[in-house]
């Protein structure tokens, strides 16, 4: 008997009638949830802080006129920080409901309920992350978005990579990839052309990830830096590029271990590989690995290839921004290096090589059903059903916990606990506490302070922006 498996001419419309119908009940399901809850939370006796709401459009015509406030492409956490900064609470959390972007939001913007959600009760990360990290990884199976188990096996195998000890010898790779840096910004300082620093930066910062992370030489690595992973249409082929490109990569390390005389590193691509022959022991007698581990590492390696290099070149940006507004602080981070490393400039790299040391001298959570945040002043927050989100900015711009919060002083670093300047206790959390914090922070803050300490002396950098934009805290 023949069994047709697709729908014929005249079934087709019906069949699309079905799928059609499936979707819109699907959508109106989660809809509906979404807004229920908001419905029973704005009914809760302790008067729970929840912006004006619509039971059709949540809050998304509530966040309209904080939008219009900053420039069209402004990061969403800026959005939010403004409609948190007018809010009766904002130094503590609220609750908002912008379903179908992502399930309802407990917005935290206070410390002690950060260090509640992200380090008391340690809660997962919500499923609705893996659709942001997919052009990225390629897959939901990754380090990112696990949790549990899962996601502790999955530390354990790359935190060796990201030891600080480790990463000291390391360093000659840093120090390769910044001395090409500065010879480029050479170049652009003789012929005084005005170029995209964030763009040079961003390639950099991929190159370091490509020699310390993955091991490549950066002549190797050219093929990913033309992934751009906000473009939908070119996603997919250049999510093919990458997986082809890592297979490959995959297999000649996979023979080369296989070989008494390969150099084993701490880089990522030799820790997955390490830990495929530690499980499967008769993986060295193989002539190829396993097709469903190359899958798996393939998809770490994606996802460790592009973490945090944008943020790291943004970071490096808008310090050079904030110097060169502010020469009296510039002025003393040169004679602090100056004081380092001596006044010869040609010197610096090999000093850090030969004294690596020198340079020395993240998130959002899912409620349930026993976690409830408690305020400063006694208030509770249930977190069932919620994506927990740390609002960074809100919080490191929060007057309460910071004295001049807009202003640029760096010796907020430097005081002592009886000067006002001094952090209060959880309120600066850049790569976030707790054990889901950023694997990668000293990897960053070491390229920071490398790039730094040989530019910062050596360059004037100003921005090109014209006069007369509009500037909210800085920001044009």
């Known amino acids: 008997m023949t069994v047709n498996l697709f729908p014929s001419y005249q079934q087709l419309p019906g069949t699309l009638l079905a799928i059609w119908i499936s979707g819109v009940a699907y959508v109106v399901m989660k809809g509906w949830k979404s807004r229920s809850l908001i419905y029973r939370l704005r009914k809760d006796p302790r008067g729970l802080p929840i912006?004006?709401?619509?039971?059709?459009?949540?809050?998304?015509?509530?966040?309209?006129?904080?939008?219009?406030?900053?420039?069209?492409?402004?990061?969403?956490?800026?959005?939010?920080?403004?409609?948190?900064?007018?809010?009766?609470?904002?130094?503590?959390?609220?609750?908002?409901?912008?379903?179908?972007?992502?399930?309802?939001?407990?917005?935290?913007?206070?410390?002690?309920?950060?260090?509640?959600?992200?380090?008391?009760?340690?809660?997962?990360?919500?499923?609705?992350?893996?659709d942001f990290f997919l052009p990225f990884a390629g897959s939901s199976d990754h380090l990112?978005?696990?949790?549990?188990?899962?996601?502790?096996?999955?530390?354990?195998?790359?935190?060796?990579?990201?030891s600080a000890n480790y990463l000291m010898t390391q360093m000659d790779h840093i120090i390769e990839e910044t001395t090409e840096y500065v010879s480029i910004l050479r170049e652009y300082a003789e012929g005084n052309v005005m170029f995209?620093?964030?763009?040079?930066?961003?390639?950099?910062?991929?190159?370091?990830?490509?020699?310390?992370?993955?091991?490549?030489?950066?002549?190797?690595?050219?093929?990913?830096?033309?992934?751009?992973?906000?473009?939908?249409?070119?996603?997919?082929?250049?999510?093919r590029l990458m997986d082809d490109y890592i297979s490959k990569e995959l297999d000649k390390r996979f023979a080369d271990r296989q070989q008494s005389s390969?150099?084993?590193?701490?880089?990522?691509?030799?820790?997955?590989?390490?830990?495929?022959?530690?499980?499967?022991?008769?993986?060295?007698?193989?002539?190829?690995?396993?097709?469903?581990?190359?899958?798996?590492?393939?998809?770490?390696?994606?996802?460790?290839?592009?973490?945090g290099h944008d943020s790291t070149a943004t970071s490096l940006c808008y310090t050079y921004h904030l110097l060169s507004q502010n020469p009296g602080a510039l002025q003393r981070i040169r004679a602090e290096h100056d004081e380092a490393f001596g006044t010869d400039l040609s010197t610096v790299a090999t000093q850090l090589l030969d004294h690596p040391r020198k340079i020395n001298t993240a998130g959002i959570r899912t409620g349930t059903t026993d976690a409830v945040l408690q305020d400063d002043d006694g208030?509770?927050?249930?977190?069932?059903?919620?994506?927990?989100?740390?609002?960074?900015?809100?919080?490191?711009?929060?007057?309460?916990?910071?004295?001049?919060?807009?202003?640029?002083?760096?010796?907020?670093?430097?005081?002592?606990?009886?000067?006002?300047?001094y952090p209060v206790k959880g309120a600066w959390r850049p790569f976030e506490f707790g054990p889901r914090n950023c694997i990668g922070q000293t990897l960053v803050m070491q390229d920071m302070k490398t790039v730094l300490v040989m530019t910062l002396r050596e360059f004037d950098i100003c921005n090109a922006y014209d006069d007369g934009m509009n500037h909210i805290r800085g920001r044009a």
């Not at 379903?99 to 919500?126: G, H, R, T, V």
């Not at 990112?144 to 990201?162: A, D, M, V, Y």
């Open 262 to 307: 390969a150099t084993v590193t701490r880089s990522i691509i030799d820790l997955v590989l390490e830990e495929y022959m530690s499980r499967n022991p008769e993986a060295n007698k193989a002539n190829q690995m396993n097709p469903a581990f190359k899958k798996w590492a393939t998809v770490q390696i994606r996802l460790f290839l592009f973490a």
């Open 51 to 130: 912006p004006k709401w619509n039971p059709i459009t949540g809050h998304l015509l509530t966040l309209a006129p904080y939008a219009f406030r900053l420039p069209t492409n402004a990061h969403q956490n800026y959005i939010l920080a403004e409609l948190a900064k007018e809010y009766p609470q904002s130094d503590s959390a609220i609750y908002l409901d912008i379903w179908p972007f992502i399930m309802p939001i407990l917005l935290i913007s206070s410390p002690s309920l950060a260090i509640q959600a992200c380090q008391k009760y340690d809660l997962e990360k919500p499923k609705s992350l893996t």
């Open 196 to 239: 995209s620093l964030d763009e040079l930066l961003c390639d950099f910062t991929m190159d370091i990830i490509g020699a310390v992370r993955w091991h490549i030489a950066a002549g190797e690595f050219n093929p990913f830096k033309r992934f751009n992973p906000i473009k939908p249409l070119v996603q997919w082929k250049n999510g």
């Open 379 to 421: 208030n509770e927050y249930p977190t069932e059903g919620t994506a927990i989100l740390i609002l960074h900015n809100a919080i490191h711009r929060n007057p309460k916990y910071w004295k001049d919060p807009d202003s640029f002083l760096p010796e907020r670093w430097l005081v002592g606990p009886e000067d006002p300047l």
């Open 144 to 162: 990112f978005t696990s949790n549990g188990p899962e996601w502790k096996n999955l530390r354990s195998i790359f935190n060796p990579g990201f």
